[in-house]
């Protein structure tokens, strides 16, 4: 058996605070991470803490350079990869959607459609399902402004309040899947450290059952 800590990555950002806030219910010490500066690797009680991206997060999971992942269904949708999906920490709710400009039957004529995306997997599965051939054009942020300009028919993209689609006359036009924190396990890591893996689960588990 390992001696290594368990390393947990979390995912920098959005999910960051309600991570934490979640490690403080179990009731580990988060003093390192509260106060973190610019250091990327943090001691919490028994385990380790990584910060990344939320791509990395999967990446460093699915390779087993972290044993356990903190990162955004969202994340795990676009890139795939291999490892356990096993708990939907319940925050971070939000959801991926088609969107356009308001009033504007997205699906009416036979014009090709161009759709403006930071998730083109998502995309372009969501279209396979409906056996419709789109153009797909990634975009890197603020992917609302791409109908503004005309360059794109509609958007793939998250929608938390909505605030974003409504002060840009945009609406959604079809859910396509709902998002929230999930913690994803390294597949080696669940076999050869399974007791210390499941125990910190069922201490997130109970933990976003109080949290949420
Ligand atoms: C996300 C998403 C939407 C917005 C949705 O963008 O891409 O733009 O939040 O939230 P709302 O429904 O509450 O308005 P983010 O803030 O991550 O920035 P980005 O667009 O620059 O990627």
Known sequence: MSS????????KGRLEKQTVALFETIGFNCAQLNSKGRRLILPMDDYEV??????????YVEHGACDVGVVGKDTILEMGGTHYEMLDLGFGRCRFALAGPKGVDFFHGFHERV?????????????????????????????????????AH????????GGTLRENGLEVIEEIAPISARVIVNKASMKLRRAAIEELLNNMRLAAQVTG
Not at 50 to 59: C, F, G, Q, W
């Open 4 to 11: 290594q800590k368990i390393r947990i990555a979390l995912t």
């Open 50 to 59: 990584v910060l990344a991206k939320p791509a990395d997060v999967l990446t």
């Open 115 to 151: 759709v403006a995306t930071k998730y083109p997997n998502v995309a372009k599965h969501f279209f396979e399902r409906k056996g419709m051939d789109v153009r797909i054009v990634k975009i890197e942020g603020s992917v609302e402004l791409a109908p503004l300009l005309a360059f």
């Open 154 to 161: 509609a958007i793939v993209d998250i929608v938390e309040t």
